[in-house]
């Protein structure tokens, strides 16, 4: 609600700037990201600045819409005035900046290898694709995207972690979820304290650890 909010109130200008803004905070966040594997442990996924892998790549999706938008904009235009710019060298450096820009945010994220900020971009994509086709290529889009779906889903076409790991985490986030509910309700006007959460949940969680070990 906060970022509706502020985007209503800005003008044109001012979200172009603050696109810009964010876009090359985002670049600067990729490039210290690809360096720090490659300086410091090149073993495990990528994770800082954030912290978190998945948090990381979550903060990076907004600058391929951004940077990818710019670009495709940009190269319209000179399409458009091809033969009419006085100065094409200054844009076209332009673009190759954006570019490696785009492929060092990339790199990033594919080091972070998280799967729910890589199905929203891939749902992110398809989406921007669908809106800006026609409506054949819409309906194409749509049956192509579901046929992929199913046959990736019946041959299983996905790494072995993801079978062996992933029911075990979902389960040990429903538990808990259910713990942080129940804390609430028994003290929802101060709360437990800050930091009490990992005590007192694992004295929930006992009987849970012992019907479902795999999840915890």
Not at 14 to 28: C, D, E, F, P, T
Not at 29 to 49: C, D, F, H, M, S
Not at 156 to 164: C, I
Request: net charge positive; proline share 6%.
């Amino acid at each position: 609600l906060l970022a509706i909010s502020i985007a209503h109130g800005l003008s044109v200008r001012a979200a172009r700037h603050g696109a810009i803004i964010l876009a090359v905070v985002l670049v600067v966040t990729a490039g210290i990201g690809v360096w720090y594997p490659l300086e410091r442990n090149p073993v495990q996924r990528l994770k800082y600045p954030i912290g978190n892998p998945i948090f990381l790549a979550a903060c990076l999706l907004p600058a391929f819409p951004l940077i990818g938008g710019w670009i495709v904009g940009e190269a319209l235009e000179l399409r458009d005035r091809l033969g009419r710019d006085a100065r094409p060298v200054g844009r076209w450096l332009k673009m190759a900046a954006a570019v490696l820009a785009l492929v060092l945010t990339g790199w990033a994220f594919a080091l972070a290898d998280s799967r729910g900020p890589g199905l929203g971009l891939i749902a992110g994509l398809l989406g921007a694709v669908f809106l800006v086709a026609s409506r054949r290529n819409r309906l194409l889009l749509v049956g192509g995207t579901s046929v992929t779906a199913i046959v990736f889903a019946s041959l299983k076409l996905w790494p072995v972690s993801w079978l062996l790991s992933r029911p075990d985490t979902l389960r040990l986030r429903g538990y808990a979820w259910k713990y942080a509910l129940q804390l609430f309700l028994s003290r929802p006007d101060i709360g437990r304290g800050q930091g009490s959460y990992v005590l007192l949940a694992q004295g929930m969680s006992r009987a849970d650890a012992e019907y479902d070990p795999l999840a915890f």
